[in-house]
């Protein structure tokens, strides 16, 4: 693997985690407009970014300039782990509790997110090369 | 004429939408991850670059959330510099959907006890980072 990222791959990611990062955004305005607690879409968010991440890296080979553009581009950006933690920081004595428990439950269904992502990639690759 | 300089850079930030700002932030974010990400990950397995970036990220995103909001008044240049800087920057910066991915292989591949490793330090990351960070500013003060 190359250890130095090239410029037109640069540009790649860039263009990823600003789509990436804007989309965050606006979720989380349109999550909360509707009366979303913020933690709670993040934890949303972030799952959900984990299942798509599975579902791309089950999908697609590594090393390619797809998946470069989508896992550390797009996918990278749109989650975020500073948040969560800024979350829990942030948070009031009355909701610290409440939060913590989000932060864990986001923290250990992570994986197994990830994981029905990438078998529901392999299958999806599969069916499509066979 | 450093000051007209200033005054037009701080004008021409007001006048941007904060999902601009995000999405600049979130995209310089994205390629200092991967491009450490490349260049670590040839001498350091994945998923240690990967927890150092969220642990990096997690506090210089308590500080600057401190350095932005504990102040007197909170001015639209302050947000504007939260929404490059906090949600843009950190938030492009460190990932989940890694942490998610990391973990699933590691689980898949390595011992058992690597991913719950990786789990714990992700917990201990996300519950402390950022609230470490906060704490060195405040006491800095």
Same mark, same amino acid.
């Given at each position: ?7 037109? /791959? ?8 600003? +789509? ?6 606006? =979720? +989380? ?5 509707? @009366? ?5 879409? +993040? ?18 080979? /590594? ?68 | ?5 200033? =005054? ?10 904060? *999902? ?14 991967? &491009? ?10 994945? *998923?240690?670059?990967? =927890? ?12 600057? *959330? ?15 510099? &939260? ?14 959907? @890694? ?43």
């Amino acid at each position: 693997m190359r250890a130095v990222l090239s410029f037109s /791959d640069a540009i790649l990611v860039f263009v990823g985690g600003a +789509l990436g990062s804007a989309l965050r955004y606006f =979720t +989380l305005r349109v999550a909360t407009r509707f @009366g979303v607690r913020a933690s709670v879409a +993040l934890m949303a968010l972030n799952l959900l970014g984990c299942l798509i991440a599975g579902l791309v890296v089950g999908a697609i080979p /590594d090393g390619g300039r797809g998946r470069l553009f989508l896992i550390g581009g797009v996918l990278g950006g749109y989650t975020t782990f500073s948040a969560v933690s800024l979350e829990c920081a942030v948070a009031d004595r009355s909701a610290r509790r409440r939060v913590f428990i989000e932060t864990a439950l986001s923290i250990v269904f992570a994986a197994p997110a990830a994981l029905i992502g990438i078998a529901l990639g392999r299958a999806m690759a599969g069916g499509w090369h066979a | 004429m450093k000051s007209t300089l200033v =005054t037009f850079v701080a004008s021409l930030v007001a006048a941007t939408p904060p *999902w601009l700002l995000v999405a600049l932030g979130g995209g310089l974010g994205s390629v200092a991850r991967v &491009a450490l990400g490349m260049s670590l990950g040839a001498v350091s397995a994945g *998923w240690m670059v990967m =927890t150092a970036i969220n642990l990096f990220g997690s506090l210089l995103a308590g500080m600057l *959330w401190e350095a932005v909001h504990r102040t007197p008044q909170v001015d639209r240049g302050r947000l504007s510099l &939260a929404a490059f800087a906090i949600t843009g920057f950190c938030g492009g910066f460190t990932t989940f959907s @890694g942490f998610g991915v990391l973990t699933a292989e590691l689980g898949q591949f390595a011992p058992f006890g690597m991913a719950v490793l990786t789990m714990s330090l992700g917990l201990a990351i996300a519950v402390g980072a950022a609230a470490i960070g906060s704490l060195c500013v405040r006491l800095a003060r």
